[in-house]
Every structure is written in structure tokens, then in C-alpha cells.
């Protein structure tokens, strides 16, 4: 127990400086019922069928992994240092190894460096309409005991993506209705946004939406928002929308609108 809080520590100091969230906090429990299960079973032999013990070790670990996943990609979103998805996944694999009571674990990672990925992470935050907040890798994961030997190839894909579409259209002399349409996708299936906000840009920079007494969001459940409001006519509308699914991931677009 001592050794699974120290390691826990660890990467809160890491991550000092940068924001830490509840996310990564579940990673720690899933770790110690994941070991607490396999060291329990693994001390009575007769209780559990090595097969059945290596078949919920290797589903816990994939779950494990995709939850480190999560957080390490919700902190880089804030703004935390890209590397520390690479520091985290060595430390998980160093931790799953040594935790392994049954006979030998080997777990490898290989970070994606396909285009557009670069050292396991995608982020983009375009001014098309389109944010994308993505990290992906590859493990491997070797197990052997005294009677069963199994190797898992799994892959894990993280991505947060936004699409933002906006139209305007005439409402009096001097002011024109804006509406926005607004999709979240957790990979590639539509997701619910903890926390979503709409700006528009002005002569002064941008600003909030929410604070206009016209504004208006709608959420229809399913991942879609709708947000209309009225402001000074311009020669162009550019909105932008800043966006926190439900895993905490940061996700942004910007998008100028079409008249109508």
C-alpha cells in the first residue's frame, strides 16, 4: 500500500504547477482493487482457476491503462507538459510488473508518431470549425504462470472533438442574430459536455455570450447544443467555443459564421 501511494505522489509532483484532476484520482483506485484482487487470489491457488485470474488481470489493466490515458490527456489539454503522458504510461508499466504475483508480466508501450500525432498526442484547435484533443498509443502485455501463457496487442485511441457551425442573419438595423450549432464527440460517438462556453469576437477582443440578456442555450441531450443570441452587426461573425466533456478534456474551435 505504501509503495502504491508513493507512486501516486510521484506524479502529483510531477505534475506540480498544473492542474490536477479527479480523473487521475480514479486511476489510483482502480490500480489498488486491481492489485488488491490479484495479490488476494494469487495467495490461494485452489480458489480461482489461473486462467480465470490472468483474464481479469488483463481486463483491469486495459481499463487502467485507458483511464491513465484520460487523465494524462485532460492534463496536457489544461496546458500540462506533452511529456508527461509518456512519463506516466513508464511508471504504470513499471508499477503493473512489479504487482504481478503469478508469474511474469511485461508490458510495452510504443507512443503513436503518424501524422498528425506527435509523441502520442493530437491537438487541434482550428479556426475552421473543427477542435480535436486526441492522444493514442499501442501496448503489449505478456503474462505467464505455471500453466497458463498469454500476450495481448491492444490499442487505445483518447479523442475529444468538436465541431462548431455558425449562421447569422439580419434582426433590425443595427443588430443581427447569431445561431450555433455545436456537436461533442468522444471517439467519434456523440458525448454530453460537463462545462461549455460560446464567445464572440468584437472590437475588443472576445467575449461571453452567456453575458448578452439575448443569449440562449439549448442542449438536446444527445452531444448537440444550439446557442442564438443578437449583437452589433460587423462585417463578420467569428465565434469561438471552449469546451470540457465529461472526462475533463479540454477541447476548443473557432469558426466565423455564414450569413443568411
Known amino acids: 500500500m505504501i509503495r502504491r501511494l508513493k507512486w501516486i505522489r510521484e506524479i502529483c509532483k510531477d505534475c506540480s504547477g498544473q492542474v490536477l484532476i479527479l480523473t487521475a484520482m480514479a486511476i489510483a483506485f482502480i490500480i489498488i482493487s486491481t492489485i488488491v484482487y490479484v495479490y488476494t487470489v494469487s495467495q490461494h491457488p485452489s480458489s480461482v482457476d489461473n ?26 489539454s489544461y496546458g500540462g507538459n506533452v511529456s508527461i503522458l509518456e512519463t506516466n504510461l513508464q511508471r ?5 510488473e512489479s504487482h504481478y504475483y503469478l508469474g ?22 482550428g479556426t475552421q470549425g473543427l477542435g480535436v484533443t486526441s492522444a493514442k498509443a499501442d501496448f503489449s502485455l505478456n503474462l505467464t504462470s505455471k500453466s497458463v501463457e498469454a500476450t495481448v496487442n491492444y490499442p487505445i485511441n483518447i479523442t475529444t472533438s468538436l465541431i462548431v457551425n455558425g449562421i447569422y442573419r439580419r434582426y433590425s438595423l443595427f443588430r443581427d442574430v447569431v445561431n450555433v450549432t455545436i456537436s461533442l464527440f468522444n471517439e467519434d460517438h456523440p458525448a454530453l459536455a460537463k462545462n461549455l462556453t460560446v464567445y464572440y469576437s468584437n472590437m475588443s477582443g472576445w467575449r461571453e455570450a452567456s453575458a448578452l440578456n439575448t443569449y440562449e442555450l439549448k442542449d438536446f441531450g444527445n452531444g448537440t447544443y444550439t446557442a442564438s443570441f443578437i449583437i ?15 472526462r475533463e478534456i479540454y477541447v476548443q474551435a473557432t469558426t466565423t459564421c455564414v450569413r443568411t
Do not use: M
Open 232 to 246: 452589433l452587426r460587423t462585417w463578420t461573425h467569428r465565434i469561438r467555443v471552449a469546451c470540457y466533456d465529461q
Open 104 to 125: 511474469r508480466c511485461d508490458l510495452n508501450f510504443e507512443l503513436c508518431e503518424d501524422d498528425p500525432y506527435s509523441s502520442g498526442t493530437w491537438i487541434s484547435w
Open 92 to 96: 504504470w508499466c513499471e508499477f503493473v
Open 51 to 76: 486462467s480465470y485470474k490472468i483474464a481479469a488481470f488483463i481486463r483491469n489493466i486495459k481499463l487502467g491503462t485507458r483511464n491513465l490515458i484520460i487523465g494524462s490527456l485532460a492534463n496536457i
